[in-house]
């Protein structure tokens, strides 16, 4: 097997972003370098002690954690999504306090750092609003240059959004953010709606994860029915959606998934359809705002019953220890 690819997450934990980073620890095509937290899911400091408390859970306390915006690049930030994630951002279950303290460093300095000590190998893997990402690109301008490329969840290329009708909930929380992103000079893949919400853990397979003793499986089989409740009150899935983790299956097992490449853009003006991630596909008359941006591979198909396979699979896998 070649080398494990190099990642760091930016994250909102947030139920899914748990199960993501999980996932990423357990798989050996991937060595996780650090975490950067930002606002999303909760507030970002709530957001920064829940990352450590996974690493924790995951005995990978080796892993640097930085903590990184607290609200949108031009914005007030919208408010956690505490329905969904609850208010401590992991289903207001009880957590045991953090073991340590986040990095010196804040996010976009740790990125920027981090990348430019490894040129070419790092790939960002953003699974919340792309505050953190857009302020490492605004500080250094050459950053993209020095990115192996980006996988995020973020976006709907093709279908309604879950924030709004027509923004999914990551982009919404920072529209110009994501602008700025999507038109970085860098291998990217969006891992959007399209397929997120075609990716359903199911009821059945929640609560087998109880049959699973490993304490990463502990915290999932208490905070995913948190998770579940919330769909299923919402018009959802019997189970859930697979958002952040779909970063993770599309690293380790692309052949799941069929793609499309446009170059994208998003809506940053203040009426209905702000947030929107749009793709300039080839029917279209004018895509001068679409000129010079590399094009985006987006997820546009996925098949749900084998990246969720593999994720299950991982998470009954003994935790590796740090490399
Ligand atoms: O729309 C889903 C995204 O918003 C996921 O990243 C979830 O964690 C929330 O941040
Ligand atoms: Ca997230």
């Not at 019953?305 to 994720?311: G, P, T, Y």
Request: contains cysteine.
């Amino acid at each position: 097997m070649s080398a494990p690819r190099k990642i760091i997450i930016d994250t909102d934990p947030g139920i899914d972003d748990a199960m993501a980073i999980f996932y990423a620890l357990a798989s050996p095509e991937l060595d996780v370098v650090g975490l950067t937290t930002v606002f999303g899911n909760a507030h970002v400091d709530v957001c920064t002690a829940n990352a450590i408390r996974i690493l924790d859970i995951a005995g990978r306390s080796d892993i640097p954690v930085a903590e990184g915006a607290a609200r949108p690049l031009a914005m007030a930030y919208r408010g956690p999504a505490d329905f969904v994630h609850g208010v401590n951002g992991l289903a207001d279950m009880p957590l045991a306090a953090p073991s340590r303290v986040p990095h010196a460093l804040d996010a976009a300095h740790f990125i920027i750092d981090q990348v430019l000590a490894c040129p070419g190998e790092i790939t960002l893997v953003p699974i919340g609003p792309l505050t953190n990402i857009a302020l490492a690109m605004l500080l250094r301008p050459d950053l993209a240059q020095h990115l192996a490329g980006m996988v995020i969840m973020g976006g709907n290329a093709f279908v309604g959004g879950n924030a709004s009708p027509a923004a999914e909930a990551n982009i919404l929380n920072d529209p110009e953010a994501a602008d700025i992103v999507f038109g970085a000079d860098c291998p990217i893949v969006m891992c959007g709606l399209d397929v997120t919400e075609a990716t359903v853990m199911s009821s059945e397979q929640i609560a087998n994860i109880a049959t699973i003793d490993n304490d990463r499986a502990r915290l999932a089989a208490v905070i995913l029915p948190y998770y579940r409740d919330f769909h299923l009150s919402h018009g959802g899935p019997d189970g859930i959606h697979v958002h952040d983790s779909t970063c993770i299956s599309y690293l380790i097992a692309p052949q799941h998934y069929r793609t499309v490449q446009h170059p994208v853009r998003v809506d940053t003006g203040q009426g209905v359809g702000r947030g929107k991630t749009w793709a300039a596909t080839r029917h279209a008359l004018s895509a001068a705002a679409w000129a010079g941006r590399r094009a985006v591979t987006i997820l546009t198909e996925v098949d749900s019953a084998a990246v969720v396979a593999l994720e299950l699979d991982r998470l009954a896998l003994e935790q590796r220890a740090g490399s």
